[in-house]
């Protein structure tokens, strides 16, 4: 079974960090670059950042540039996204997601976590 | 970076009618591998977005032949051929050119009448 599951998320003051953290499982994590998307209470969806399948390339959006920072495991399997810095319009749910279809045993999957919740408030 | 405009916003359709959202790039989405990055996502209620269309007119896995994608270049057009009650929620284009930045749309919130 394709899975992303995020975790890390919380309550935060403005000006502090939190790392959130994203388990893949299912198929073979190190062949694929991922992302980060976030969404605001109420709020359409926000692309975060993106990570080549090595890790050799990562973007980010311009409203976390300089603040957040992604990485992976791959022998753990395991994609990070490092957030110092917060302010009160960070907060979200913060989704881990594969961006368009990949194929594992002749099946289709669209890999999206079910997100984790950031809250930054004082 | 590439700004994404979806109209409508907001959608009130009858079961069985037809119904369109557009969705246009400030830049082109043709990727120099001959590919167009451009994805539909439909977000239902309380639940993750799922992939409806990707390359623009390529249907996921699973998705019922009365939703549709065209386009090029700079212009999209998402089709649900007759819409049903399940079809509620948020659909959202994205643009997955490479390299990132992506963006998606603000969103086309879709309610039956």
């Known amino acids: 079974q394709v899975q992303l599951v995020e975790s890390g998320g919380g309550v935060v003051q403005p000006g502090g960090s939190l790392r959130l953290s994203c388990a893949a499982s299912?198929?073979?994590?190190?062949?694929?670059?991922i992302h980060w998307v976030r969404q605001a209470p109420g709020k359409g969806l926000d692309w975060v950042a993106f990570i080549h399948y090595d890790g050799s390339n990562k973007y980010y959006a311009d409203s976390v540039k300089g603040r957040f920072t992604i990485s992976r495991d791959n022998s753990k399997n395991m994609l990070y996204l490092q957030m110092n810095s917060l302010r009160a319009e960070d907060t979200a749910v913060y989704y881990c997601?594969?961006?368009?279809?990949?194929?594992?045993?002749?099946?289709?999957?669209?890999?999206w976590g079910e997100g984790t919740l950031v809250t930054v408030s004082s | 970076d590439i700004v994404m405009t979806q109209t409508p916003l907001s959608l009130s359709v009858t079961p069985g009618q037809p119904a369109s959202i557009s969705c246009k790039s400030s830049q082109s989405l043709l990727h120099s591998d001959g590919k167009t990055y451009l994805y539909w996502y439909l977000q239902k209620p309380g639940q993750s977005p799922h992939l409806l269309i990707y390359e623009v007119s390529s249907r996921f896995s699973g998705v019922p032949d009365r939703f549709s994608g065209s386009g090029s270049g700079t212009d999209f057009t998402l089709k649900i051929s007759r819409v049903e009650a399940e079809d509620v929620g948020v659909y959202y284009c994205m643009q997955g050119i490479h390299p990132p930045p992506n963006t998606f749309g603000q969103g086309t919130k879709l309610e039956i009448k």
């Open positions: 997601a594969l961006i368009g279809p990949i194929v594992v045993a002749n099946k289709w999957f669209d890999p």
């Open positions: 299912g198929f073979t994590f190190s062949s694929y670059g």
